[in-house]
């Protein structure tokens, strides 16, 4: 059976998040993934995702084309809508924001801030699973999974 290389819709985020990642990455000659996903950490598209207003925006723009998407003609599945929905959630509290509390005395991060850096480690994990599961690896640009 032959693997679609369609992007299931959940991982529509982990694309954007790895996507950023890559790019902090390549301008910055030297940075490890570590210190661009720190870097990632307070950047605009970060503080969308962590507010849950990514996902409101992405949800209205699918519901002025009645939750068709636009490259495959297809209706969304209501099942897929709500597992978005819960995405969206689960992005909150993962990556939940309290401004300066980052680093404490001690330099090193705060529990909350270390489980918003390994949900992004997660989620850009997915991304490149999903890249290799469907031989799509020019995609890779991190190399987490290796």
């Known amino acids: 059976m032959k693997q679609s290389k369609e992007r ?7 694309e954007v998040i790895y996507s950023e990642v890559s790019e902090i990455k390549k301008n910055n000659i030297g940075f490890s993934n570590i ?4 870097n990632f950490i307070g ?4 503080n969308e995702i962590s507010s849950g207003k990514f996902h409101d925006n992405w949800f209205k723009e699918l519901s002025k084309n009645n ?3 636009k490259k495959t003609k297809r209706k ?7 597992l978005l ?10 990556l939940i924001q309290y401004p300066e509390l980052y ?3 001690s330099h090193f991060p705060l529990e909350i801030s270390q489980r918003a850096f390994d ?28």
């Open 8 to 14: 299931p819709y959940v991982l529509f985020v982990a």
């Open 35 to 38: 210190n661009a996903i720190d």
């Open 43 to 46: 950047t605009k598209t970060y």
């Open 67 to 69: 939750y068709i998407d």
């Open 76 to 82: 969304i599945p209501e099942e897929t809508l709500k």
């Open 85 to 94: 929905k819960v995405q969206k959630d689960m992005m909150i509290k993962q």
């Open 103 to 105: 680093y404490a005395k």
């Open 119 to 146: 949900h992004l480690w997660r989620m850009c994990e997915s991304y490149e699973l999903w890249c290799k599961e469907t031989k799509q690896n020019k995609l890779i640009l991190l190399d987490l999974i290796d």
